[in-house]
């Protein structure tokens, strides 16, 4: 065995944050496009602030292979590469990016608020480029159009799940370090 194991309470903890964002992809409600409003970033961003860089990037990992083999755990229980080829399969690969970017952000136990609250906003971000590139490219949308699909409806939904995220975080990360 290796000198660097995974601590089974990571292993634990990534299996259970890939749960959450299938149980967050599948609250949903679908708009026109094809790009639904589903609780599945919450889950992400608090992968991130919760496990770190490495765990909260790896339960994301998860959750992406978890659909690529077949199990329903994107958006209104879809599942297989024909989802992550898909419209929205750019967002879903996107939640593997800003988990690492959030869990980046986080990396020590006194992370200030404005580096947590940078770090959501730009895990968002980078979610929304690359999934809005995506999308554009699937859909041959122009970039007006995408975002105007894609963006804008979910900023203020977004902008409550980062607060509730912060909120949470600041809760249950201590919580978290004291079961150590």
Known sequence: MSSRTIPTRHLILCGLFATLTAVGSWI???????VPINLALLFVYLSGSL???????MSQIVYVLLGLVGLPVFHNFTAGPGILAGPTGGYII????????????????RTSAPKSLAG????????YTVGTLWFMHVTNTPALAALTMCVFPFLPGDAVKIIAAFLLTKKIRPLLERTH
Request: a neutral charge; hydrophobic letters at 55%; proline letters at 5%.
């Open 51 to 57: 496990l770190g860089f490495a765990a909260g990037t």
């Open 94 to 109: 996107g939640y593997i990016l800003a988990a690492a970017i959030v869990g980046f952000a986080h990396s020590s136990s």
């Open 120 to 127: 959501f906003i730009i895990g968002l971000g980078v979610c």
């Open 28 to 34: 949903s409600i679908p708009l026109p496009g094809g």
